[in-house]
């Protein structure tokens, strides 16, 4: 059964940083996209970066880009999101997510477009 478990989430102050980890099991991943999504209280979930296989494909929310960069590494089943310069706003539940769809679909920031999600890891960032 596939898995995927988030770590590195905690609490912070704004300017700080933090890395998320997420770790796969069960399956490989190494061939599909791998996603990252938060949601904070009272809010729906929101799309918040995506890396294709390769790497060469990556996409982020306005909110984050210059701030957030994600990564993968696909001989260890895992990918990474690594926030800088953190503010309240970023405050979350930070998921991650797989999808087995195609990347030309251009659905990579809808929640439905993936098939596996992580628990979750929460993010909190004080003033």
């Known amino acids: 059964q596939a898995q995927l478990v988030e770590s590195g989430g905690g609490l912070v102050q704004a300017g700080d940083s933090l890395r998320l980890s997420c770790a796969a099991s069960?399956?490989?991943?190494?061939?599909?996209?791998l996603g990252w999504f938060r949601q904070a209280p009272g809010k729906e979930r929101e799309f918040v970066s995506v890396?294709?296989?390769?790497?060469?494909?990556?996409e982020y929310a306005d909110s984050v880009k210059g701030r957030f960069t994600i990564s993968r590494d696909n001989a260890k089943n895992k990918v990474f999101l690594q926030m800088n310069n953190l503010k309240p706003e970023d405050a979350a539940i930070y998921y991650c997510?797989?999808?087995?769809?195609?990347?030309?679909?251009?659905?990579?920031?809808?929640?439905?477009?993936?098939?596996?999600w992580g628990q979750g890891t929460q993010v909190t960032v004080s003033s």
């Open positions: 069960g399956r490989t991943f190494g061939l599909n996209p």
């Open positions: 890396i294709t296989w390769s790497g060469n494909n990556i």
């Open positions: 997510a797989a999808s087995t769809q195609l990347w030309s679909s251009g659905r990579w920031m809808e929640t439905s477009w993936y098939d596996y």
